[in-house]
């Protein structure tokens, strides 16, 4: 008997989940992900758990340190080129639950690069290995936090596609270190928590980038109350004030990502970039999953459409 489809208005049949790909996505060449870098897992497991031991498993666990997760970073996922058995012994020894997350952001209330990719990473590796409800009864379970985190995460991003660069890490892993986890936070908008901060990106406030003046009047005109919601939208972008830039960059945010993604496709030219192939999958199954469920394709079909993604993926070298 064959497998149930989704069923329509994009709700997944029951006690299904949409897969997730075992290998990592951030990979710098084929072989990237692979393994670490020639280890065991048993010497893998072994090195992590000492460094648990040291600074967060051991009765007397040492005091928060940003060095001990750029240390971390440089040296086990980074360095290690993204192996996925250094971040599952990471996961397994906890390393979000009582180290990064306990003391997020840091120290100041700001959360630097480093700690926030870090925390990211290890959200996607639960998400990969299909632990939802553990990564979201983390990070989740205060909203304050996690929406603090998902800024985070949307600022950094909008600094790479801007063109910043970061030491410790090339601007495109952390563009699908940031896509995969919104992969996931748009696949659990079930979570409260998860989908307060995820809806307004995708709101009719983002028709301000539908470059087609008759087709967004053709859709506002569909529905009576749209009209009403779409002029609401545009006042609260208006302004100098913090409220009114946030609105605005939750309005600019799919655009500008669909616009970067694009970009970077045509940017090889033909040659194989897997930076860029690894980042264009994410974008992918992100736009896929918008379009799948109701309540996120309602505003994202037409940009897209008028965006010509379809097109110009289709023309992408």
């Known amino acids: 008997m064959p497998p149930k489809s989704r069923a329509r208005g994009g709700k997944r049949a029951a006690g299904s989940r949409r897969q997730i790909p075992a290998s990592s996505t951030v990979a710098t060449d084929p072989g990237g992900a692979a393994g670490a870098a020639g280890d065991s897992v048993p010497s893998v497991d072994g090195d992590i758990a000492e460094l648990a031991k040291r600074h967060w498993a051991g009765r007397k666990a040492a005091a928060w340190s940003v060095e001990v997760v750029r240390a971390i970073l440089a040296q086990h996922i980074v360095g290690a080129k993204f192996a996925r058995a250094k971040l599952q012994a990471l996961e397994r020894a906890q390393y979000l639950e009582q180290y990064l997350w306990r003391h997020y952001p840091g120290d100041g209330g700001a959360a630097g690069a480093e700690v926030v990719v870090s925390v990211l990473l290890m959200v996607n590796e639960k998400l990969q290995q299909r632990l939802h409800a553990s990564a979201w009864a983390v990070v989740a379970g205060d909203a304050g936090r996690f929406g603090q985190l998902f800024d985070d995460a949307i600022d950094l991003m909008s600094r790479v596609m801007a063109g910043a660069e970061l030491e410790f890490i090339d601007a495109m892993s952390v563009r699908s270190i940031v896509v995969q986890f919104l992969v996931g936070c748009f696949g659990s908008i079930e979570t409260a928590a998860v989908r307060d901060c995820v809806m307004p990106l995708v709101s009719v406030a983002i028709w301000h980038h539908v470059d087609s003046d008759a087709a967004r009047d053709r859709a506002l005109g569909a529905v009576p109350q749209l009209r009403k919601f779409?002029?609401?939208?545009?006042?609260?972008?208006?302004?100098?004030?913090?409220?009114?830039?946030?609105?605005?960059?939750?309005?600019?945010?799919?655009?500008?990502?669909?616009?970067d993604f694009v970009q970077c496709q045509f940017a090889a030219g033909g040659e194989a970039n897997w930076g860029a192939v690894a980042y264009g999958t994410k974008v992918l199954e992100?736009?896929?999953?918008?379009?799948?469920?109701?309540?996120?394709?309602?505003?994202?079909?037409?940009?897209?459409?008028d965006m010509q993604t379809a097109s110009l993926c289709q023309r992408s070298p």
């Open 230 to 259: 779409w002029k609401h939208a545009g006042k609260r972008c208006r302004g100098d004030g913090p409220d009114a830039a946030r609105h605005r960059r939750d309005r600019d945010f799919v655009a500008a990502v669909v616009r």
């Open 286 to 305: 992100l736009l896929v999953d918008l379009e799948s469920q109701l309540p996120t394709r309602r505003y994202v079909s037409l940009l897209l459409a």
